[in-house]
Each structure stands twice: as structure tokens, then as C-alpha cells.
């Protein structure tokens, strides 16, 4: 995948170019076929806002028909994870969605400690956050338990002991959804103190609904 810059900050925009070079199990494009794909930055979370399919060679090389005939064997339901899979390489750019969501130890978990309320308040936020920024196909659970150091199966455990006066999980328990109530957003807000604002602004940090992304 070739990439038009070296850096992928908030509200930056960046243009990726993807071939059959890139075939990896994850997406597939036919020899000869380009995708030129837009996306940006949006608190974290990997927005597509343009994709353009077009033959990699001069339009005396390869024609309109040949395209039509191989986009239906192309395979792109995945290309959001493929996108996000190679930004995140520590060898590249080393994006990390969770580098936009305020700072926090959240090592009481990792430590086995007992978590206060504002801790299950900031790890409810941050199960919020991870719903919506990550590719649907990504497995919140397990990225999570990564970001956290800690087990997949102490994570879900974990999910369970979050006070109900904190965060309300919707939806069965390995899909996405849940909101913090008020108590935890005050709660996170007094912890920010003059940064709280930029939670206030953050569309990712208070909900998440499988409906809205229907």
C-alpha cells in the first residue's frame, strides 16, 4: 500500500494507493486494477470518504470491459481492517486509535488492583471509544485486553464487574454497545479539569449503538 505522507495526526487526510501487490487475505485485487482511497482522521477512528477502482495500466492497455469483468472477483468488505492493519504497523506509521483518547493509568487492571469509580469510568469510555473507532471486523475484546495488557477472558470479566450506576451494556455480550451514564461522564469530567472540553467534543467517548451504523 503506498501512502502520500509519514504522519496521520487528528483531522489529517491521507491518500493510499492499493494493487494486486497487496492481496493478503484480508482483500483482494485483480492484476491490473487500481483503488485509489481517501481517508482521514476523525478522533481516532479511520474515515473513508473517497474510493476510486481504475486500471493501474494507460487506457490503451487495459479497457473499460476488462474492469468490468474482474470487479466481480475483487474483494474489498474487508478493506477498512486491511487500511487499518497497515497504518498500525510499528515499522510505519504506527497509528494507534488509542493515542486519542485521553490520557489515562489504567494499569489498576493490569495490577489486579481493586479499580476506584473513576477507573471503571474511564475503562467504560474506553470500551465506548474502541466500538466506535475500530473496524467492525476487528474483535473490540481482543484489542482491548492488548491495550490494557491484560487477558482477553480478564477483560470480559472485567466488562461484567463495571458498576451499573456507570455504564449500561446494550446488546448481547460479544456485541458492540453500551453508553456511561451521567455519573461517569461528571466523574471523567472532573478528572480532566480544563481538558474536559475535549471531551465534550469527542463524538466516540459517551455511546455506541449497532443501530446507528446500520
Avoid at 471503571?120 to 492488548?146: D, I, R, T
Avoid at 472485567?158 to 456511561?180: A, N, V, W
Wanted: proline letters at 5%; hydrophobic letters at 35%.
Amino acid at each position: 500500500m503506498k501512502i502520500n505522507n509519514n504522519s496521520f495526526e487528528l483531522n489529517e487526510k491521507l491518500q493510499v494507493v492499493i494493487d494486486s501487490n497487496d492481496n493478503d487475505g484480508l482483500i483482494f485485487i485483480p492484476k491490473n486494477i487500481q483503488i485509489d482511497v481517501d481517508i482521514e482522521n476523525y478522533f481516532g477512528k479511520i474515515v473513508i470518504s473517497k474510493l476510486v477502482i481504475h486500471p493501474s495500466e494507460s487506457e490503451f492497455q487495459i479497457g473499460k470491459l476488462t474492469i468490468e469483468n474482474n470487479i466481480p472477483n475483487m474483494d474489498i468488505k474487508l478493506l477498512d481492517r486491511y487500511i487499518y492493519k497497515v497504518l498500525s504497523d510499528k515499522s510505519g506509521l504506527a497509528y494507534s486509535p488509542y493515542k486519542y483518547f485521553p490520557d489515562y493509568d489504567f494499569t489498576v487492571f493490569e495490577k489486579g488492583r481493586r479499580p476506584s469509580p473513576l477507573d471503571w469510568a474511564m475503562f467504560a469510555s474506553l470500551y465506548v471509544f474502541s466500538c466506535n473507532v475500530l473496524p467492525q471486523s476487528v474483535k473490540v475484546e481482543l484489542s482491548l485486553a492488548k491495550h490494557l495488557r491484560i487477558s482477553e477472558e480478564n477483560f470480559k470479566r472485567f466488562m461484567k464487574k463495571i458498576p451499573e450506576d456507570l455504564f449500561r451494556k446494550s446488546g448481547h455480550t460479544e456485541s458492540r454497545g453500551g453508553d456511561i451514564s451521567l455519573n461517569a461522564e461528571n466523574l471523567i469530567k472532573e478528572f480532566l479539569g480544563v481538558d474536559q472540553e475535549s471531551f465534550e467534543n469527542n463524538p466516540f467517548l459517551k455511546f455506541y449503538s449497532e443501530a446507528d451504523f446500520a
